[in-house]
Structures are given as C-alpha cells and as structure tokens.
C-alpha cells in the first residue's frame, strides 16, 4: 500500500493520460461487443462535443493543479483534517477513508448541489442533454462546471486532510469508474445489481440520465454507492424503461453541437417535468 501511495504522489503526467485514454478506449470497444442499446449513431461523431468537453475539463484541471498540491501539501503539514485527526490506524485503512471521502466531497456533494441550486442545473445540464449516454459522456461537462467541481474537491482536501497520493489516487479511481458507469454497456442483471451494493454499477446511474423526475435527481454517487444509499438518493428503474436525455430540452440536434453546449448554461431556466410517483 506504501509503494501504491508513493506512486500516485508522484505519478508522471504521461501515466494519467494513459489512464483516461486506455479507460475511454477499452469501454469503447466493450460498448462495441455487448452494447447496452443498440444506437442507430455514428458514433465518432456523436463522440466530438464529448471529447472537446473532455478537454476542456483536463485544462482546466491542469491549470489549477497546483491549488491542489499546495493544499494537500499544507494538511500533511499542519496535521489538519478528518483523517489526520483520526486515531493512528493502519495505512490502508487510512487509504480507504481517505478515498470514499473525496468521493463525498470530490463527487457526490457537488453532483448533488448542481441538481437543487438552479443556476448550477443550468451548467450541469450539458452533461445531461446527451442523448446517447457511452463512455464518452462521463466527461461531458460544461468548463464552468469543470471549476465548480475543482472548487469542491480542493474543499474536500481541507475538510479530509488528505495527501496528494490519496487525491491522485482517487482521481484515477473516478476517472476510470465513471467511464464505466456512463458505458453504453449490458451486464447481467443479476451482476450489476450485486455490484450496485457496493459500486456504482451501470444500470443505477443509467436511472439518473432518464430524462424526467424524480429518477433525474437520483443515484448522484461516483464511484461508490454508500452515499446515495445511506442519504436517501438510490433509485431504481428497469434499464428497458430508461429515456436518457433532459425533458426541457428535447432537441438533440442542438444539444450535440458544441457551440450550443457552451451556451446552454444562459438559456433561461426551465423547470423540469414531475412525473407521478411510481414504485421503483
């Protein structure tokens, strides 16, 4: 674990890169073999406003890395943080809270203050207008939404107090979990069911890119599904019934060209459609 934690302290550029490629590229061609549903697309062009948005998001976060390591840097040294003042455990454990922290802080409460304050709904929709939810959806996300998120973690880092190895560990991990939750890809009920315990398994988020209420404001987690299970925001639809882009905005000529996209977050709101309660 100590080996593990020295490397992502310490981990090359080049090696991140081949993480988001190797992960987009392996999901891709999976999505390929045993799609989830069968999309009459073409699926690089589909693939062009989501991979543009991909790379405004590693800009972005390339830019502000610094903020990150200052901060992770200045909670080591001053001893501050939930995990710092926790009793001495093992490291691994230490590892393990430190991780589904972030994915609490880093993920899940920001992805769930998006969803209830209306203008950070209007930046977070880019994400949700996709028609053709794969695994090039996972970083579709509006640039002002790549700063909310970064703002969030880097929050997360003080309240945790944890170490640039935990942060770029837990990077990897979300990069790599979201790819897969967003695949347009079919496991066996049964498996992604068991796996939805624990992780966030594709059906369950595949509930929160239906296109209405109330599944839209569901299954905000990441990588793990503790937190939406524990607060009350896990749901469940059969996968067959799913719909996914947003109600409000059902044009999905626009909602696929980039241009478009960057403006979205200015249209004047519109609130969502309500569906009647309907047993999950």
């Known amino acids: 674990m100590e080996s593990l934690i020295t490397y992502f302290e310490n981990i090359p550029s ?132 790549s700063v909310i998120r970064f703002t969030f973690t880097l929050f997360g880092v003080f309240i945790i107090g944890a170490p640039i190895g935990i942060v770029m560990l837990y990077q990897s991990m979300s990069l790599v979990a979201t790819q897969f939750s967003h695949a347009n890809i079919k496991l066996p009920r049964k498996v992604d069911h068991t796996l939805s315990y624990f992780l966030v398994s594709p059906d369950m988020h595949k509930v ?7 599944y839209t404001d569901s299954n905000y987690g990441n990588i793990f599904s503790i937190w939406d299970r524990i607060l009350g925001t896990y749901m469940e639809l059969d996968r067959d019934k799913i719909l996914y882009g947003v109600d409000v905005f059902p044009n999905e000529e626009e909602n696929s060209k980039v241009l ?3 403006k979205q977050p200015f249209q004047k709101y519109r609130k969502p459609t309500v569906m009647p309660d309907q047993d999950s």
Request: a neutral charge; glycine letters at 4%.
């Open 14 to 145: 080049a090696h991140r890169s081949l993480i988001l490629v190797g992960g987009l590229t392996f999901f891709w061609l999976l999505e390929g073999a045993v799609p989830l549903f069968k999309f009459n697309y073409k699926k690089w062009r589909h693939a062009i406003p989501n991979l543009f948005f991909t790379a405004t998001t590693i800009a972005i976060n390339f830019a502000l890395a610094f903020l990150l390591l200052q901060s992770a840097d200045w909670v080591v040294a001053n001893d501050f943080g939930i995990i710092n003042w926790l009793p001495e455990m093992p490291l691994w454990l230490y590892v393990v809270i430190g991780i589904l922290l972030m994915d609490f802080f880093g993920a899940y409460l920001p992805h769930f203050v998006e969803h209830k304050v209306k203008p950070l709904w209007m930046i977070h929709l880019v994400h949700h207008t996709d028609h053709k939810v794969d695994t090039t959806t996972a970083n579709r996300h509006h640039p002002l939404e």
């Open 208 to 214: 929160h890119h239906h296109n209405v209420l109330p």
């Open 260 to 262: 478009d996209l960057l």
